[in-house]
């Protein structure tokens, strides 16, 4: 048996992809599968699940109710989609300069850099979210600040409005996310031969030139792995939102969190978390094929 | 010709070190570089002949004096301003760039109209050799062909001066061989001065016109081939080009140029003198092992030394002997292996004599 084992190399390689393949199976593909066949299904008045197949659910998600057209849901995606989209570019229009100047710092200080961006990393997420209430608030950090400056300045101040709100859910997300964009931006960004940058300069390219020919397309692997890691959690997440949104600021993470728990409706939350999924796979697959993980910069 | 191609005048560059202290990379180095010429830097690794290359293209500055390019003076031009390019020692091709975007690149940053970079990159990449290969990817080429697309890159700019950073360090044996005559080629083909750093010095006699010999950020010779191989001026030059007895002594007698040099064991030689002595200054005669002859114990001649050949190696064309000396040294002899009767008498334990031309040894001090 060993024996035949030790010869027989394809068994050893199923072997040793079996844990992964049933930690995968149980957690991923067997609750996924259930998910799909649950958004087929409908819902009794008590809340429990009857297994028909209806497309009730994605024709509702979709605006077309039994009681007339609704955009809600379709609003709430498209909120999320654009919520996305705009942490992930202020994300990256911070998170590059950043990368840049730590790529660029010497060695010894580099360490240092990159362990300053992680240090938030240690407190609990929901912990800094909240922190970002006491900063945000009406009565909060930001706001008796810049109260105070106003004030020795002698200059008229209306305390900002900005708990609760989309622009705080904003903020919150750029500062949960920063980090994911910075590693990768920054890996890409270091990997650069710096004998690069000095043939740019020999062959006439100013410091401008160098950058949009040299430096951006090179570090453009980095950019999309912090792009995809930025914008694939922020669609989905709900408890940034919940906290900064104060309730108000629905996505779609919040949509299916309520089905499934206060709604009672898990056929809906479900369909909801399959065009959520669809969604991000459809726009992930797209950005990657359109800017290319070329296989000359993958393989560099 | 009114200016040199490239000049430096009384150039320094220091940098700090590890500890804090200042460590001078060059020093007070001036050189001339004529309009044309195939120039070689030459030392050691961290003689400062990079250095002294990377103050000309402008990637560093001299901490003092001042840096020319056809005489102008270059002060803190950054190095896309300045009419050289370079050609970098692990070619520093743009890995996400085709060849033909590649060698396109410095043209097109200098604005050069569409149509006509079109054709000089072509041009460029048939002068290489290399038509055809546009589409590629530098990770698809060969070292060799990695090297030949590094300098169309650089040509096709057609700068004013060439720098060449250890262009074929990354290149094995047979293809640098090729490659030096290419270069020496190229060279003669395109008329653009060439500044090349090596430290090879085999590479540097075989392409240069002319050679700067550097250690510890000082120029200490500046010849032609001939003149450095021929008549090194300080020891550290006879002992890194070729190969070089040295035999120590010290000064008796000066007569036209050359000097009677007492050597331990009361006998003396007639050496010419490369760098001015006097009589009773401790020198060194040096002399290659290819100017050296073996006789046999005969007639007294002038400039001869007795020994006892300890060894003998055959090498097809030459043989080297090693002999000792009375004094204890020992000195190589290599002898042409056309003058067979010569070559027979000479067998390990027999005792020879070495002679050799006044005006083919040098005297130096130190």
Redesign the interface.
């Known amino acids: 048996m060993l024996q035949s084992l030790r010869e027989n190399r394809r068994w050893q390689g199923f072997l040793l992809i079996l844990p992964a393949l049933l930690v995968l199976g149980l957690l991923l593909v067997l609750p996924l599968g259930l998910t799909v066949v649950t958004s087929f299904a409908q819902r009794d008045v008590d809340g429990n699940v009857i297994y028909t197949f209806t497309l009730g659910n994605y024709w509702r998600l979709l605006g077309f109710t039994e009681t007339g057209w609704d955009d809600l849901y379709l609003k709430i995606l498209l909120r999320s989609l654009a919520l996305a989209l705009q942490t992930t570019t202020v994300v990256l229009l911070l998170a590059y300069p950043l990368a840049y100047f730590i790529a660029r710092a010497p060695q010894r200080r580099r360490n240092l850099l990159l362990f300053w961006v992680l240090v938030p990393l240690w407190t609990n997420f929901v912990i800094r979210i909240y922190a970002w209430v006491m900063i945000l608030r009406s009565q909060g950090v930001l706001n008796s600040t810049l109260g105070a400056v106003a004030g020795l300045v002698d200059l008229p101040w209306q305390p900002l409005d900005l708990y609760p709100s989309q622009s705080a859910v904003l903020i919150g997300m750029v500062y949960e996310f920063l980090p994911f964009m910075i590693l990768p931006v920054y890996t890409s960004l270091e990997k650069i031969e710096p004998a690069l940058y000095e043939a740019a300069a020999d062959l006439h390219a100013n410091a401008l030139q160098t950058f949009w020919r040299v430096t951006i397309p090179l570090s453009m692997p980095g950019v999309i792995a912090g792009t995809i890691l930025t914008f694939v959690p922020v669609i989905g997440t709900f408890v940034v939102s919940d906290i900064l949104g104060g309730r108000q600021v629905i996505l779609v993470g919040n949509l299916v969190q309520r089905q499934f728990l206060d709604a009672r409706d898990p056929p809906f939350g479900s369909a909801a978390s399959i065009v959520l999924l669809g969604i991000t796979l459809v726009l992930t697959l797209y950005y990657t094929r359109r800017f290319g993980l070329g296989e000359e910069i993958a393989a560099g | 010709m009114a200016g040199y191609a490239v000049e430096l005048r009384a150039v320094w560059k220091r940098f700090l070190g590890p500890a804090g202290e200042t460590v001078a990379a060059v020093k007070e180095l001036s050189l001339q570089i004529a309009d044309g010429e195939f120039f070689a830097l030459l030392g050691p690794s961290g003689c400062g002949k990079t250095t002294t290359l990377r103050m000309v293209?402008?990637?560093e500055l001299p901490s003092d004096g001042e840096v020319l390019i056809q005489g102008k003076p270059m002060g803190k031009t950054?190095?896309?301003?300045r009419p050289?390019?370079?050609v970098?020692?692990?070619y520093?091709?743009?890995?996400?760039m085709t060849i033909g975007e590649n060698v396109a690149?410095?043209l097109q940053?200098?604005k050069v109209g569409r149509q006509e970079v079109q054709r000089r990159v072509g041009d460029a990449l048939e002068m290489v050799r290399l038509s055809g290969l546009e589409r590629r990817?530098p990770?698809q080429l060969s070292g060799g062909q990695q090297q030949r697309v590094a300098l169309a890159?650089?040509l096709v700019?057609r700068p004013q001066v060439l720098l060449l950073d250890e262009p074929l360090g990354a290149l094995d044996l047979k293809l640098r061989k090729e490659m030096q005559l290419e270069l020496k080629k190229l060279q003669r083909e395109v008329g653009i001065t060439f500044v090349f750093v090596t430290h090879d010095q085999e590479e540097a006699l075989t392409m240069s016109d002319r050679i700067a010999v550097m250690d510890a950020g000082v120029a200490l010779q500046v010849g032609s081939a001939t003149q450095i191989y021929e008549q090194p001026n300080c020891r550290f030059v006879a002992d890194f080009i070729g190969e070089t007895n040295f035999l120590e002594g010290s000064v008796q007698q000066l007569q036209g140029g050359q000097a009677l040099v007492e050597l331990p064991g009361g006998l003396s030689v007639w050496a010419s003198m490369a760098q001015p002595v006097a009589v009773g200054n401790p020198v060194t005669v040096a002399v290659r092992p290819e100017k050296l002859t073996l006789r046999p114990l005969e007639a007294p001649l002038a400039n001869q030394l007795q020994g006892q050949v300890v060894d003998q190696v055959y090498i097809g064309t030459d043989t080297y002997y090693s002999v000792r000396l009375a004094s204890g040294q020992t000195i190589r002899v290599r002898e042409q292996n056309n003058l067979a009767a010569l070559r027979q008498g000479a067998q390990p334990g027999d005792t020879v004599c070495v002679q050799f031309v006044a005006e083919t040894a040098s005297v130096l001090t130190g």
Do not use: D, I, W
């Open positions: 293209a402008g990637f950054p190095p896309y301003q050289v390019n370079t970098f020692q692990n520093a091709l743009f890995p996400h690149f410095g940053m200098q990817r990770k890159r650089a700019n």
